[in-house]
């Protein structure tokens, strides 16, 4: 009797323990995404303002695509 209750705490313990580290992995991710959006975020300004900057140096760079 002893035993089937020892394997039914330690099978719930370890389904908990699954749970949450479930949670803290998809926290770790939607961390890592949020800093991947703000680094492009910011690149892409610096970015926009480089190429502006080389375009207004460019003799007839005029806008034309």
Do not use: C, D, R, W
Request: glycine share 12%; proline share 2%; hydrophobic share 50%.
């Amino acid at each position: 009797m002893i035993n089937a209750i020892q394997k039914i705490a330690n099978s719930a313990a370890v389904k908990s323990q699954k749970g949450v580290t479930a949670i803290e992995y998809g926290l770790l991710a939607a961390l890592i995404a949020l800093a991947i959006v703000g680094a492009i975020t910011l690149l892409g300004t610096t970015l926009s303002g480089t190429f502006s900057n080389v375009q207004s140096h460019l003799p007839g760079a005029g806008g034309m695509l």
